[in-house]
C-alpha cells in the first residue's frame, strides 16, 4: 500500500529513553554540575583515567562518579580507593546505560550525599563501542576513549561512537613505540567522521595528556551554563 | 544484543500509543519503522527478537516492517550529497572533506501504525486504519 507523505506518526524509537534523559538533564541543570558521559570499547582504560584523574580534578572540584559496570563491582571498589564517592548502577547485563538506568543511580547518589554540591559527575558507561552512543543519559558532553592498542581503524568501524562524541581521548600512548600503529591516522580518521570533535592523546599510566584533558573539563564546565545541544537523533 | 534494547523501546513506545488512543486499539496489523542505516540497529534482527517479544501481548500477530533510510552526508565544500563510506573514512569523495553534515541515516522512528479500532466493525467494513 503506497504511504502519502502527511500520513505519518513519526514517534521516534527512542522517546521514552530521551524523555528520561531530559529529566536527567534537567536535574543537572538544578544542581547546577557538568555531567560527563564516558564510553569506550571494554579495557580502553576508562577506569584507569578516572583512577589517575580524580585526585587532581578533586583538588578544587567536587566530583562524584556513576560507575556503569555490567555485572560486578570491581571497577566501583578501584574507584572508592580514591576516596571519590561512587554509586554503581545495576545494568544487569544490558550493553550500555540507558536513562532510565543513570536516573537510578541518581537516586542513590542523592541518598549519599546532596548534588548541588558537586561540580562534576563522571558517568563510566559500560564497555560497548556501539550502543552506548545510541543511548543519551542526560549529560552536557560525550567522551569517548580509543586506546592506541585497538588501531587506527576503529574510528572507520565504530563510527557513531566517535561521531557523537564531543571529546575523544586517545589513550595508552605510552604504548605508541611498541606499536606498529599510526597516531595520526587515528586522528584524521576521528576527525574524517567528526570534524567537530576535540582530540587529547593521554596515558593515564604516565600522565602525559592528563592535564589537556582537565583544561577540556575546566572549559566544559566554564561553558556549562550555556544551552546544550539537542538531544541527537535524525 | 542492543537489539534487545531497541525492542523494548519500541514496545514501550507502541505502548503509549495505545494509551492515547480514544478508541481502543483491538488490533495492530502492521508497524512500519525507518531505520537510517547510520544507527546501530540491524533490521533483520529487529525483527527476530520483535516477533518473540511480542508473542502473548496485545501486538501478538503483528508484523514489523523496516524501511532501510540510506546514509547520506552533505560535503560542505561544495554543497553535494554522498554516501559515506568507511573505505573513505566518510569523506567527500567531491572535495575529500571530513563528514561535517548527515543529511539522512540517524532515524529510528516508527511511522505509521496500520491498525484496526474495532474488530467486529473492522470485519463488516474490512477496512484497516492507519495512524495520522
Ligand atoms: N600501558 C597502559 N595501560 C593502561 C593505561 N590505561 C589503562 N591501562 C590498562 O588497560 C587495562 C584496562 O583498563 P581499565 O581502566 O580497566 O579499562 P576500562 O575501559 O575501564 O574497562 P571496562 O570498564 O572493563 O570496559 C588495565 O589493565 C589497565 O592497567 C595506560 O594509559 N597505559
Ligand atoms: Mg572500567
Ligand atoms: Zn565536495
Given at each position: 500500500?503506497?504511504?502519502?507523505?502527511?500520513?505519518?506518526?513519526?514517534?521516534?524509537?527512542?522517546?521514552?529513553?530521551?524523555?528520561?534523559?531530559?529529566?536527567?538533564?534537567?536535574?543537572?541543570?538544578?544542581?547546577?554540575?557538568?555531567?560527563?558521559?564516558?564510553?569506550?570499547?571494554?579495557?580502553?582504560?576508562?577506569?584507569?583515567?578516572?583512577?589517575?584523574?580524580?585526585?587532581?580534578?578533586?583538588?578544587?572540584?567536587?566530583v562524584a562518579v556513576?560507575?556503569?559496570?555490567?555485572?560486578?563491582?570491581?571497577?566501583?571498589?578501584?574507584?572508592?580507593?580514591?576516596?571519590i564517592p561512587?554509586?554503581?548502577?545495576?545494568?544487569?547485563?544490558?550493553?550500555?546505560?540507558?536513562?532510565?538506568?543513570?536516573?537510578?543511580?541518581?537516586?542513590?547518589l542523592?541518598?549519599?550525599?546532596?548534588?548541588?554540591?558537586l561540580?562534576?559527575l563522571?558517568?563510566?558507561?559500560?564497555?560497548?563501542?556501539?550502543?552506548?552512543?545510541?543511548?543519551?543519559?542526560?549529560?552536557?558532553?560525550?567522551?569517548?576513549?580509543?586506546?592506541?592498542?585497538?588501531?587506527?581503524?576503529?574510528?572507520?568501524?565504530?563510527?557513531?561512537?566517535?561521531?557523537?562524541?564531543?571529546?575523544?581521548?586517545?589513550?595508552?600512548?605510552?604504548?605508541?613505540?611498541?606499536?606498529?600503529?599510526?597516531?595520526?591516522?587515528?586522528?584524521?580518521?576521528?576527525?574524517?567522521?567528526?570534524?567537530?570533535?576535540?582530540?587529547?592523546?593521554?596515558?593515564?599510566?604516565?600522565?602525559?595528556?592528563?592535564?589537556?584533558?582537565?583544561?577540556?573539563?575546566?572549559?566544559?564546565?566554564?561553558?556549562?551554563?550555556?544551552?546544550?545541544?539537542?538531544?541527537?537523533?535524525? | 544484543?542492543?537489539?534487545?534494547?531497541?525492542?523494548?523501546?519500541?514496545?514501550?513506545?507502541?505502548?503509549?500509543?495505545?494509551?492515547?488512543?480514544?478508541?481502543?486499539?483491538?488490533?495492530?496489523?502492521?508497524?512500519?519503522?525507518?531505520?537510517?542505516?547510520?544507527?546501530?540497529?540491524?533490521?533483520?534482527?529487529?525483527?527476530?527478537?520483535?516477533?518473540?517479544?511480542?508473542?502473548?501481548?496485545?501486538?501478538?500477530?503483528?508484523?514489523?516492517?523496516?524501511?532501510?533510510?540510506?546514509?547520506?552526508?552533505?560535503?560542505?565544500?561544495?554543497?553535494?550529497?554522498?554516501?559515506?563510506?568507511?573505505?573513505?573514512?566518510?569523506?567527500?569523495?567531491?572535495?575529500?572533506?571530513?563528514?561535517?553534515?548527515?543529511?539522512?541515516?540517524?532515524?529510528?522512528?516508527?511511522?505509521?501504525?496500520?491498525?484496526?479500532?474495532?474488530?467486529?466493525?473492522?470485519?463488516?467494513?474490512?477496512?484497516?486504519?492507519?495512524?495520522?
Open positions: 500500500m503506497h504511504m502519502p507523505l502527511e500520513d505519518t506518526l513519526d514517534l521516534n524509537l527512542l522517546t521514552a529513553n530521551q524523555h528520561q534523559a531530559e529529566h536527567n538533564h534537567q536535574h543537572f541543570q538544578g544542581w547546577d554540575l557538568l555531567c560527563l558521559n564516558l564510553m569506550s570499547s571494554p579495557g580502553a582504560g576508562k577506569t584507569a583515567l578516572l583512577e589517575r584523574s580524580l585526585p587532581a580534578l578533586a583538588a578544587d572540584l567536587r556513576l560507575e556503569g559496570d555490567m555485572t560486578t563491582l570491581l571497577d566501583a571498589e578501584r574507584l572508592e580507593a580514591v576516596s561512587v554509586v554503581p548502577i545495576t545494568t544487569g547485563r544490558s550493553c550500555h546505560l540507558d536513562a532510565a538506568m543513570v536516573s537510578g543511580g541518581l537516586k542513590l542523592e541518598q549519599r550525599l546532596d548534588p548541588s554540591g561540580d562534576l563522571l558517568v563510566e558507561n559500560v564497555g560497548n563501542l556501539v550502543c552506548p552512543a545510541e543511548f543519551e543519559v542526560g549529560e552536557h558532553h560525550k567522551v569517548a576513549l580509543l586506546s592506541v592498542t585497538e588501531g587506527d581503524d576503529k574510528p572507520l568501524k565504530y563510527p557513531l561512537m566517535f561521531r557523537q562524541a564531543d571529546v575523544v581521548l586517545i589513550t595508552k600512548v605510552d604504548l605508541l613505540p611498541h606499536l606498529p600503529v599510526d597516531l595520526a591516522a587515528i586522528r584524521r580518521n576521528i576527525l574524517s567522521i567528526n570534524p567537530n570533535a576535540t582530540v587529547i592523546e593521554v596515558s593515564a599510566l604516565t600522565g602525559e595528556g592528563i592535564h589537556s584533558w582537565h583544561h577540556w573539563v575546566q572549559q566544559a564546565l566554564a561553558a556549562r551554563k550555556q544551552p546544550v545541544p539537542a538531544l541527537a537523533t535524525a | 544484543m542492543h537489539e534487545v534494547d531497541m525492542t523494548k523501546c519500541l514496545l514501550i513506545s507502541l505502548n503509549e500509543w495505545r494509551d492515547r488512543q480514544a478508541q481502543p486499539t483491538a488490533m495492530v496489523e502492521t508497524v512500519h519503522l525507518d531505520v537510517g542505516r547510520f544507527t546501530c540497529v540491524e533490521p533483520n534482527q529487529l525483527v527476530t527478537t520483535y516477533n518473540a517479544a511480542v508473542q502473548g501481548s496485545w501486538l501478538d500477530g503483528s508484523e514489523l516492517t523496516i524501511t532501510e533510510i540510506p546514509f547520506v552526508g552533505r560535503c560542505v565544500a561544495c554543497n553535494a550529497s554522498y554516501n559515506p563510506v568507511p573505505e573513505s573514512a566518510y569523506r567527500s569523495p567531491c572535495c575529500d572533506h571530513p563528514l561535517k553534515e548527515i543529511v539522512s541515516g540517524r532515524e529510528l522512528r516508527i511511522r505509521s501504525i496500520d491498525y484496526r479500532t474495532d474488530a467486529r466493525a473492522a470485519l463488516e467494513s474490512g477496512q484497516i486504519q492507519r495512524t495520522r
